[in-house]
């Protein structure tokens, strides 16, 4: 059973395993060592979010990487779609984020991209994962000591890296002409920071930057995707004609329309999805999506004659199924957007100028080209959990589950499911009823407390 790697890499509070600098050594030497077969020279890309704890983990899992026999060469802080763009371009054989994206500051985490600039495979992740157990088990810390963070150098960063990954942005999107816009900017005290004032400045008319002061700490707090109706308040109090937030490693983006709304990710597949199929380059008129998207957002695509398909959530399994389909578009609800025409993983800053671009070409508001997204009252609770257990074996849960499934069956879905980056249960439901569907969503919740909550 996987014991280290979850939806999206590593992740866990940093200093504490397996986040300590024993582990994140062995990760680094792992990581080189599955690498050599097909790479004797391994070199890696470094990059990280604005966390405190972000420079020393580093340097850490630097000095395991050496030992491996890999060269290892920092981006800095960048965002995570970055390192991914760098690592493919630029020859890497692999890519390395360390953050943990939308958690609060004390946590971090180690994600990996392979040299061609995707997330590696569930089957490579467990082979590193297993040579990561052996180190730990056969190397004499006790002995040796583990790495001491504060004895290594911090990595020098190559300012090249930033600029070649801004040139990509503004070559993605060509022609895009903001002039006339009037934009709020959260960028959530994270990886953004670094990068969204020199884009959008450049581009549009009017901007107004928000949360783009990290000192360590306050990366998403009270900010950025996580609490969209942020930058929504932001956008209506300033008149502006929309609102973009990003997370705290920038690999997805919400919206807010002129009006103060919030524009998720469900709302952006919609209008990527008719923007791509009026230019005929929708391939068989596919969308995939995941098992969290609303109701709504099929409802929508299927009066354009669109197809959705749900894929399980996490935006590598959304790609996987992409790839098996032959799909042109997919994304999660949470604002982790798929071009695969124009990058390998989600990229929040992108999304962002292809937003802007379909709104510019359209000349016509967010709000307008949304109106008729209709979406269905959707709740989650987030139950945090002291242990895993599959659902189903718990027969109080399983019951409640059951008593929901009956009473909603064609007018609403029940989805629960386990964090893959955190411990939580997520107990979903949708329904025409909100208060039928609180209801539900409340058994269910009190069910699992009950059963296994930490």
């Known amino acids: 059973m996987r014991k280290l790697f979850g939806t999206d890499g590593i992740r866990a509070v940093a200093g504490e395993a397996p986040l300590d600098a024993k582990t994140?050594?062995?990760?680094?030497?792992?990581?080189?060592?599955q690498l050599k077969p097909k790479h004797p020279r391994p070199s890696i890309l470094l990059g990280m979010d604005t966390r405190e704890s972000g420079a020393w983990i580093a340097s850490v899992l630097a000095a395991g990487l050496a030992e491996g026999g890999a060269t290892v060469k920092s981006a800095g802080v960048i965002t995570t779609p970055a390192i991914a763009y760098l690592a493919r371009t630029h020859g890497f054989s692999a890519g390395v984020v360390i953050s943990a994206s939308h958690n609060p500051w004390h946590d971090n985490g180690i994600?990996?991209?392979?040299?061609?600039?995707?997330?590696?495979?569930?089957?490579?992740?467990?082979?590193?994962?297993?040579?990561?157990?052996?180190?730990?088990?056969?190397?004499?810390?006790?002995?040796?000591g583990a790495p001491d963070p504060s004895a290594l150098p911090e990595l020098e960063?190559?300012?090249?890296?930033?600029?070649?990954?801004?040139?990509?942005?503004?070559?993605?999107?060509?022609?895009?002409?903001?002039?006339?816009?009037?934009?709020?900017?959260?960028?959530?005290?994270g990886a953004a920071s670094v990068i969204a004032p020199e884009l959008f400045l450049q581009l549009a008319g009017s901007v107004k930057l928000t949360h783009v002061h990290p000192d360590g700490r306050n990366i998403n707090a009270g900010c950025g995707a996580l609490h969209p109706e942020v930058v929504a308040k932001e956008t209506k109090d300033a008149g502006a004609d929309m609102g973009i937030t990003f997370d705290g490693d920038a690999d997805r983006a919400?919206?807010?329309?002129?009006?103060?709304?919030?524009?998720?990710?469900?709302?952006?597949?919609?209008?990527?999805?008719?923007?791509?199929?009026?230019?005929?380059?929708?391939?068989?008129?596919?969308?995939?999506?995941t098992t969290m998207s609303n109701m709504g957002l099929e409802a929508a695509l299927r009066r354009s004659e669109i197809k959705m398909l749900?894929?399980?959530?996490?935006?590598?399994?959304?790609?996987?199924?992409?790839?098996a389909n032959d799909a042109s578009l997919g994304g999660e609800q949470s604002g982790h957007?798929?071009?695969?025409?124009?990058?390998?993983?989600?990229?929040?800053?992108?999304?962002?100028?292809?937003?802007?671009?379909?709104?510019?070409?359209?000349?016509k508001p967010l709000h307008e080209l949304l109106a008729d997204l209709k979406t269905f009252p959707q709740v989650i609770v987030n139950v945090r959990v002291k242990e895993k257990r599959p659902l189903d074996q718990i027969e109080t849960v399983a019951a409640r589950i059951r008593e929901a499934e009956e009473?909603?069956?064609?007018?609403?879905?029940?989805?629960?499911?386990?964090?893959?980056?955190?411990?939580?249960?997520?107990?979903?439901?949708?329904?025409?009823?909100?208060?039928?569907?609180?209801?539900?969503?409340?058994?269910?919740?009190?069910?699992?407390?009950?059963?296994?909550?930490?």
Do not use: W
């Open 157 to 189: 960063t190559d300012p090249k890296l930033r600029a070649d990954y801004e040139q990509f942005l503004f070559k993605a999107v060509p022609q895009l002409d903001l002039d006339h816009m009037k934009l709020v900017i959260d960028c959530a005290n």
């Open 337 to 363: 957007v798929l071009f695969p025409h124009l990058a390998t993983t989600g990229d929040g800053l992108l999304t962002a100028l292809v937003v802007l671009d379909i709104v510019q070409r359209a000349g």
């Open 407 to 454: 009473a909603l069956e064609g007018n609403g879905r029940v989805v629960i499911r386990y964090s893959g980056t955190e411990p939580l249960a997520r107990v979903m439901i949708e329904a025409e009823s909100e208060a039928e569907m609180r209801r539900h969503a409340d058994a269910i919740a009190q069910a699992i407390q009950e059963a296994i909550g930490a």
């Open 254 to 289: 919400l919206f807010a329309d002129a009006n103060g709304n919030v524009v998720n990710g469900d709302a952006v597949l919609l209008l990527a999805a008719r923007d791509l199929k009026a230019r005929e380059i929708l391939k068989d008129d596919m969308v995939v999506a």
């Open 24 to 33: 994140i050594y062995a990760v680094g030497l792992a990581l080189a060592h």
């Open 310 to 323: 749900r894929a399980p959530v996490g935006d590598k399994y959304v790609l996987e199924m992409m790839q």
């Open 111 to 144: 994600k990996i991209f392979g040299g061609d600039g995707y997330k590696l495979p569930d089957a490579t992740e467990l082979a590193i994962e297993d040579e990561i157990f052996r180190q730990l088990e056969t190397r004499d810390f006790e002995t040796t």
